[in-house]
């Protein structure tokens, strides 16, 4: 199964930023949408925040205008988060969607998940 690569997360302020990052391996073409959850313990994944390939954004209601999503052409997603919050602690994990030569989604791809934690 084709695991997608997550970096950037860590320990900040409330207030504070982090840039979580997240690719496809090399040799995988054809991604469509792609995005980031979150989850915090005995709760269900929740959407965050999800780019499509031309670009069009959607943001969970808690994140907008704090955090940007963004994507290059490497199938490389980015999350930039501003003005974090103590109830933005969660295990945070990137998904793609495979599409198929007819550019429909035949698979989701899901990242390793990276622990992002707000605290002073």
């Known amino acids: 199964q084709v695991q997608l690569m997550e970096s950037g997360g860590g320990l900040v302020q409330p207030g504070g930023s982090l840039r979580l990052s997240c690719a496809a391996p090399?040799?995988?073409?054809?991604?469509?949408?792609m995005g980031w959850h979150r989850q915090t313990p005995g709760k269900q994944r929740e959407l965050v925040a999800a780019?499509?390939?031309?670009?069009?954004t959607n943001y969970a209601d808690s994140v907008k205008g704090r955090f940007t999503i963004s994507r290059d052409n490497t199938n490389t997603v980015y999350l930039q988060m501003n003005s974090l919050k103590p109830e933005d602690t969660a295990v945070y994990y990137c998904?793609?969607?495979?599409?198929?030569?007819?550019?429909?989604?035949?698979?989701?791809?899901w990242g390793q998940g990276t622990q992002v934690t707000v605290s002073s």
């Open positions: 998904n793609a969607d495979q599409l198929s030569p007819w550019g429909t989604p035949v698979d989701i791809y």
């Open positions: 090399e040799g995988i073409f054809s991604i469509g949408a």
């Open positions: 780019i499509t390939s031309g670009g069009a």
